[in-house]
């Protein structure tokens, strides 16, 4: 399957995603960014992976020095840049993940909203994604926790009625991958996962959940 985010959920589609009517998931959404918003002081360059439209960018652009939004649909990223002109400090690039190349690394990497499943992310991404990273900068990668199963479901449902995704495949999702019929594929990382993510690479790096909805692995890049 060809990328679905650069194809299918895109540009105002993607807008649509974020406009809920589900209490419970805007609770996530928000706990997600407070997360990574408690730890900045302000002074930081950050990129963010899979940025969509800027959703994220937007919110943490007053807690940054810049900030920089990278996806790989030029249809959002053109959205994204009108959502952000009044933000400076940020901006949206396009760009594939698995060819990203910077001219300076990056203090805080945001890869969120269960990103590594979305860009099909393997330990080569990974390697690159640490190596965009400056020494001394911090990694966040998130995912769903577990215990958010029951209501991700009924967020992708309301995607579903919303024609933003195909019918969900209620017989073949389950233990946390959503599968639609139209071809579309979500999975998630359990904390066994980011646990064995975290030992591969060799940084000091945690697996904590956040707000009983998202489960993250913060790496930590020692400086020189």
Same mark, same amino acid.
């Given at each position: ?6 194809? @299918?959920?895109?540009? *105002? ?16 959404f ?15 360059? =950050?990129?963010?992976?899979g ?5 994220? =960018?937007?919110e943490l652009?007053p ?11 030029e ?9 952000? #002109?009044?933000?400076?400090n940020? @901006? ?6 698995? *060819? ?23 330990? *080569? ?5 640490l ?10 990668? @998130?995912?769903?926790?577990?215990r ?13 009625? #919303? ?7 209620m ?5 946390? =991958?959503?599968?639609c ?18 030992? #591969? ?11 009983? @909805? ?11």
């Open positions: 399957m060809s990328n679905y985010y650069a194809e @299918s959920l895109n540009s *105002q589609k993607l807008f649509q995603v974020y406009d809920t009517a589900l209490p419970r998931i805007k609770q996530y928000e706990a997600e960014i407070d997360f990574v918003r408690q730890h900045l002081t302000g002074t930081e360059r =950050v990129l963010e992976l940025a969509g439209y800027g959703r994220i =960018v937007r652009a807690n940054c020095a810049e900030i920089v939004g990278m996806d790989i649909s249809d959002s990223v053109k959205l994204g840049t009108e959502y952000l #002109k009044d933000f400076p940020a @901006s949206m690039v396009a760009m594939d993940v698995h *060819q990203m190349a910077f001219d300076r690394p990056f203090d805080v990497i945001l890869c969120l909203q269960n990103g590594l499943s979305a860009m099909r992310a393997d330990d *080569q991404v990974i390697a690159k994604i190596d965009v990273l400056a020494p001394g900068g911090t990694a966040y990668f @998130s995912t769903y926790s577990a958010f199963w029951d209501h991700r479901i009924a967020w992708f449902q309301e995607q579903a009625d #919303k024609g933003l995704l195909g019918e969900l495949d017989e073949q999702t389950k233990d946390g =991958v959503i599968i019929k139209d071809g579309f594929r979500a999975t998630t990382q359990t904390p066994e996962d980011y646990d064995a993510i975290g030992r #591969k690479f060799g940084y000091p790096y945690e697996v904590t959940e956040v707000d009983g @909805s998202s489960l993250y692995l913060v790496i930590h890049k020692p400086a020189r």
